[in-house]
């Protein structure tokens, strides 16, 4: 069974750092590309970043960009997501999802996390 | 980036009567590879998302046949035919073909 975990959301103030993990089991990991995906209190999803399987690629939302970093460790089975210079408005509950490509995305997410909760507040 | 559209916001059903959300996309959803990276997502309260339609049309495992999605081009639509009260939640649309993948606003689906 496919099961994604995540960990690492917390309660940080504005300016701050906070790294999540999401602890993959149940598939051979280091075939599949990853995402993160967000979800504001009450509001819909975000897609926030992407990485393929052997993490030759690499997307992210502007919103964003320059201030996360996706990566991961296929040894580990372990996806990151590095979050700097965190702002009132990333607070969000911040779900891990299996893309079902590899190399190349398939553009779509068949498996996802429960979701860590992010509060980003002074 | 892709704006997707869905409508109705909110889609008030009485049990056992079909229901139909529309989502519609900014530019044209069909790849280069031919392919139409459309997906629908089901958000029960309080759970996360689970994916029940890909590439417009395929229904994942395990998701009953009430569930159909359809279209092409820029215009969708999921299709339940027989609402049962377990579908109760948030739907969404998203588009897999361009960078930055993006998600229609979500569409709630209750009882009345």
């Known amino acids: 069974e496919v099961q994604l975990v995540e960990s690492g959301g917390d309660l940080v103030q504005p300016g701050g750092s906070l790294r999540l993990a999401c602890a993959a089991s149940?598939?051979?990991?280091?075939?599949?590309?990853m995402h993160w995906v967000r979800q504001a209190p009450g509001k819909g999803l975000e897609w926030v970043s992407y990485i393929t399987s052997d993490s030759g690629t690499i997307y992210d939302a502007d919103s964003v960009r320059g201030r996360f970093t996706i990566f991961r460790d296929n040894a580990r089975n372990t996806l990151y997501l590095q979050m700097n210079s965190l702002r009132d408005e990333d607070t969000a509950v911040y779900y891990c999802a299996r893309d079902e490509g590899g190399r190349s995305s398939e553009g779509t997410f068949d498996h996802w996390g429960q979701g860590t909760p992010v509060t980003v507040s002074s | 980036d892709v704006v997707m559209t869905q409508s109705p916001l909110s889609l008030p059903v009485t049990l056992g009567q079909p229901a139909s959300i529309s989502c519609r996309s900014s530019q044209s959803l069909v790849y280069s590879d031919g392919h139409t990276y459309l997906s629908w997502f089901q958000q029960r309260p309080g759970q996360s998302p689970r994916r029940l339609i890909y590439?417009?049309?395929n229904r994942d495992s395990g998701v009953p046949d009430r569930f159909s999605g359809s279209g092409s081009g820029t215009d969708f639509t999921l299709k339940i035919s027989r609402v049962e009260a377990e579908d109760v939640g948030i739907y969404y649309c998203m588009q897999g073909t361009h960078w930055p993948l993006t998600f229609g606003g979500g569409t709630k689906v209750e009882i009345k």
């Open positions: 149940g598939f051979t990991f280091k075939h599949y590309g």
């Open positions: 590439k417009v049309s």
